[in-house]
Each structure stands twice: as structure tokens, then as C-alpha cells.
């Protein structure tokens, strides 16, 4: 069974800082990799999409990476502002037959104060 | 390009009760995953429909239930609700083509209370 870990729990930073969010998963056989932020009582925000064969991925001011093998992915997120506070959500598809569904860390209580 | 959309936003019910939630794909989506988010659990798979049959079912009773249409909308069903019911319920989609595995959207999302 495929579970997913998301390390550290919360994190705040002042504005400008670069973080990174790390993100855990203990099957290796997974298809692809989704980033997603979310907005208190709102629904989710696809961040970035990671292919199995893929390396990292990168939009703007993020950059994710994912080492298959080890079972590891990382958020990294460039010169943070306030509007970056949300939760960050990582999920693992596993393809196949599991292709619909998506298997969600906890997920991290990003804060950035100003 | 509209995005994914979800009716009604708010739903109160009573123990016992039961309540349909809709969603309405992007268009030319034909994939639907639906996922039961609460404090406790975080976000959990309920099911997915493609092609208006159902292709994974997560570890839910028979209580949850649902259907696709033949224009991709899907609507799930929860009979007899339990105050554990209560949770934010979120469906996204997906352009599913073949066995191409695609990004998933998803919707804001219907947040039930169980009374």
C-alpha cells in the first residue's frame, strides 16, 4: 500500500526566503508525481506535474524533483511572498490500474510573513 | 477554458439523510476522480469514472455511490449520512486518453455538514 509522507509538518519563513518542502513516498512503481497548493476552505491548484522518467519540473519561481528510486520528491520555491502561504499538497499517481487515483500526503502548512 | 465545477458549494443534512454532489468536468476531460477531505484523514480517494463506468473504487462503504454521464458530468451519492460524513468533497478531472496519464484539476469543491 502505497503511503505518502510529507516532512516538515509547517513551516514559516520570512518573505524572500528560499524553502524547500519534501515529500516521501514507499512504493517506487508510480506513474507520475502532482504538486498542488491550497487555499484554506478552497479546492486545490495543480503547482507542477512530474513524469516517472522525468527528473525535475519548473514554473516561475518553483522547481520540483523527483528521485524515483529513492522514493523522494522536493518542492523548492524561490524568493517566497505572502501569497505563497497556503498548504502544499504532494500526491502519487500509480498508473495501471490505479490510474484515477491519486494518493495524498498530509501535506505542509506553508506561512510567510512579510 | 472553464474549469472543473461543483454543485452546490455548501450542503447541510441531517443523520440519515441522503445527498447528491455534482461535478462538471473541463471540457473534453472525460476522466472524474472524486476524494472525501477531512482534518483527520486528509484527502482520500472515493472513486474514479471513465467512459461512464467506474474504474477504481477506494476503501469507502456502499453508502458512497456514483455515476458518470454520457457528457462526463458525474455525480456521487452518499445514502444514510453519518455525522463522520461531514468533509469537504472534491472531484477533479483529467484528459484521459488510452493509457496517457494526465495532470488532474480540481474543483473548489461541495463541503458537507452532517447534523
Known amino acids: 500500500k502505497q503511503e505518502v509522507t510529507q516532512i516538515p509538518a509547517a513551516l514559516s519563513v520570512p518573505e524572500g526566503e528560499n524553502l524547500v518542502l519534501n515529500c516521501s513516498f514507499t512504493?517506487?512503481?508510480?506513474?507520475?508525481l502532482q504538486w498542488f497548493r491550497q487555499d484554506p476552505g478552497k479546492g486545490l491548484t495543480s503547482l507542477l506535474l512530474i513524469q516517472s522518467s522525468q527528473r525535475e519540473q519548473t514554473s516561475g519561481r518553483l522547481n520540483a524533483s523527483l528521485d524515483k528510486s529513492s522514493g523522494r520528491s522536493t518542492l523548492y520555491i524561490a524568493a517566497s511572498q505572502p501569497g505563497d502561504s497556503a498548504t502544499y499538497l504532494c500526491?502519487?499517481?500509480?498508473?495501471?490500474?490505479?490510474?484515477?487515483?491519486?494518493?495524498f500526503g498530509q501535506g505542509t502548512i506553508l506561512t510567510v510573513h512579510p | 477554458k472553464a474549469g472543473v465545477t461543483q454543485t452546490p458549494r455548501y450542503l447541510i443534512k441531517t443523520r440519515g439523510q441522503q445527498v447528491t454532489l455534482s461535478c462538471s468536468p473541463i471540457?473534453?476531460?472525460?476522466?472524474v476522480s472524486w476524494y472525501q477531505q477531512t482534518p483527520g484523514q486528509g484527502l482520500q480517494f472515493l472513486f474514479e469514472y471513465f467512459s461512464e463506468t467506474q474504474r477504481n473504487k477506494g476503501n469507502f462503504p456502499g453508502r458512497f455511490s456514483g455515476r458518470q454521464f454520457s457528457n462526463s458530468r458525474s455525480e456521487m451519492n452518499v445514502s444514510t449520512l453519518e455525522l463522520g460524513d461531514s468533509a469537504l468533497y472534491l472531484c477533479a478531472s483529467s484528459l484521459r486518453t488510452g493509457f496517457q496519464y494526465n495532470e488532474q484539476f480540481f474543483g473548489p469543491g461541495t463541503r458537507l455538514t452532517v447534523l
Open positions: 500526491a502519487v499517481n500509480a498508473g495501471g490500474t490505479s490510474y484515477g487515483k491519486l494518493t
Open positions: 512504493d517506487s512503481a508510480i506513474y507520475n
Open positions: 471540457s473534453g476531460h472525460r476522466s
